[in-house]
């Protein structure tokens, strides 16, 4: 037997590790809660509470122990359930905030940091059951601090429920006059994955096992630190070189979702392909694209970097792993990516840019802070765009857009932790409160003659 | 089981055996050892095997981390699999 050690590579790793922020950012356990329905709201609340602390009770220790064996950071761990609105849609009640509740509860017992899934599929229409659930949402998000919720409002075969868009305007606007928080645990989607790890979009979809682990990985850090080694070199290298190193990560994450699946005997779903930043220094999308020869991220040229970003991480992911799937790809959520932040303090980069860049990456208009005085048809009317986006271009697009009372540009907003901070971004003027007022939806958009 | 320690510190004397007579100690056998100086920072990468160690995995991280801190080197462990798993295809 021979025992070779190749120190370069260990060391690699290490450096990885230790100075690049590589780590996983999310193991999350989907379950089912589709056995937990019951007329009665109470009775609905314990079934899933007791459900989910049965069912995860081991997460959070598994997790820690994976960390400690591997020496790998694992930031997040967390529990995604089925769309409440289908779990409770027999429940006798017109408000659902007490699941939230429920969920939350469950979540501290099991030591999870966030539960993601008070969710609602509306694609197409409203369920009587869709519709209290969203109308349950500022109550909800502002009642508990770990729930989670995601709407769906429109999707590539269905179109966009345009009532679904008018109604999460002024909810979200609703939300934000309790406390920012609630919106930035809110987020709007269209083509919403099943599958998805991440929060605060995760749900655990119809189709998915009972129970199943996601893994979701990260290292903006790593691919920044390799493409400093390739500065002034062509295109086809920096693609090569991101392909690589999203390989190496995620081999890390498919190791550790086998393993927390085998532990923990649950099966493994995917693991999401994703570079999903921190406000730390040295963890940010923007600064790839900078490596990549822009001045600033937001600047002409990022949409074309980004897209490039995208399609090679999700290249070199896809032969690391047995099965990929949630969101996969670059996430740009502003407040959380310190590049971001710095970009759009100073003005380069815009909400017109960042919805440019929704089209070629992995998700949409992310964690972005607006004024206050924001009205609820602009918030629609944002929503509708992005959403015509995902609609047209079969891509998961999403919003999380924060109305942060009494502030307005120039200001900035604080989250805390991963969360991160936020300039207050202006959004155009111009009212579009006649073409949210239409409603109905738009159609499906068609799939032959594709220009 | 099989597992890397590595340690990391400014060079001095004596760094290898006290290691591994930490090792020596848990009953972990080394099966191989690289080591490299980066300008005057001294690293180095042991192979070893846990078969025969009694402590979990936690506690013998916690114990060479521990020990490690008291010479004022930085010392960790982690299994194998995650450098294969990174590096091999």
């Given amino acids: ?451 | 089981m099989k597992a890397i320690v590595s340690v990391f510190a400014k060079d001095s004397k004596g760094i290898i055996a006290y290691i591994t007579a930490l090792l020596a100690e848990k009953e972990i056998n080394v099966l191989d050892i690289s080591q490299t100086l980066l300008q005057e920072y001294f690293a180095m990468i042991m192979l070893v095997d846990l078969t025969d160690c009694g402590l979990s995995f936690t506690e013998l991280s916690s114990f060479l981390g521990q020990k490690g801190r008291e010479r004022g080197l930085d010392v960790h462990i982690q299994r194998q699999d995650i450098f294969d798993a990174m590096h091999k295809v």
Avoid at chain 1, 56 to 64: D, E, P
Avoid at chain 1, 320 to 325: D, E, I, Q, R
């Fill in chain 1, 1 to 451: 037997m021979s025992y070779l050690l190749n120190s370069s590579e260990i060391l690699q790793t290490i450096q990885m590790i230790n100075q690049q922020h590589l780590d996983v950012r999310t193991i999350t356990m989907g379950i089912s809660l589709l056995d937990c329905t019951d007329t009665d709201m109470d009775a609905c609340c314990r079934k899933i509470y007791d459900k989910i602390c049965r069912c995860a009770g081991n997460l959070v220790k598994t997790g820690c122990d994976i960390e400690n064996e591997f020496g790998i950071p694992i930031v997040n761990k967390r529990i995604s359930v089925t769309p409440i609105a289908l779990v409770a849609a027999s429940c006798a009640a017109a408000d659902y905030s007490p699941i939230a509740r429920a969920l939350d509860r469950a979540a501290k017992e099991t030591g999870v940091n966030f539960i993601g899934g008070f969710s609602a599929l509306a694609q197409k229409g409203f369920t009587d059951s869709d519709l209290r659930l969203i109308r349950s949402l500022p109550e909800a998000l502002s009642s508990t601090d770990l729930v989670c919720a995601s709407v769906n409002v429109g999707s590539t075969r269905a179109g966009i429920n345009m009532d679904a868009v008018a109604l999460m305007g002024k909810i979200i606007k609703e939300t934000s006059e309790r406390g920012y928080m609630g919106c930035a645990k809110l987020v709007v989607f269209a083509n919403a994955v099943e599958d998805n790890p991440f929060m605060a979009g995760a749900f655990h979809g119809v189709g998915e096992p009972e129970t199943v682990i996601n893994v979701g990985v990260s290292g903006p850090g790593v691919v920044a630190h390799a493409l400093r080694e390739c500065r002034g070199q062509s295109f086809d290298v920096v693609a090569e070189t991101i392909k690589r190193t999203a390989f190496k990560i995620t081999r890390m994450g498919e190791l550790v979702a086998q393993e927390a699946s085998r532990r923990l005997g649950v099966p493994f779903g995917v693991v999401d392909l994703s570079l999903a930043p921190t406000p730390a220094v040295g963890d940010s999308v923007a600064e790839i694209l900078e490596i990549m020869g822009l001045e600033r991220c937001g600047g002409h040229g990022t949409t074309a970097a980004l897209a490039l970003l995208n399609d090679a991480v999700k290249k070199g992911g896809v032969m690391a792993s047995s099965h990929v799937g949630g969101l996969s790809g670059a996430f740009i959520p502003v407040s959380e990516d310190a590049g971001m932040i710095a970009s759009a303090r100073e003005g380069t980069l815009c909400i017109d840019k960042l919805e440019a860049m929704t089209c070629v990456c992995s998700v949409g208009l992310d964690m972005i802070a607006v004024p206050g005085d924001t009205d609820a048809d602009t918030i629609s009317a944002v929503i509708a765009d992005e959403a015509a986006i995902g609609m047209v271009n079969s891509k998961t697009t999403a919003v999380r857009i924060i109305p942060v009372k009494g502030k307005s540009v120039g200001e900035s907003v604080d989250f805390g932790g991963l969360l991160g901070s936020a300039p207050i971004m202006p959004l155009h003027r111009g009212s579009a409160a006649e073409f949210i007022a239409r409603g109905g939806r738009i159609p499906a958009p068609l799939h032959s003659l594709r220009n």
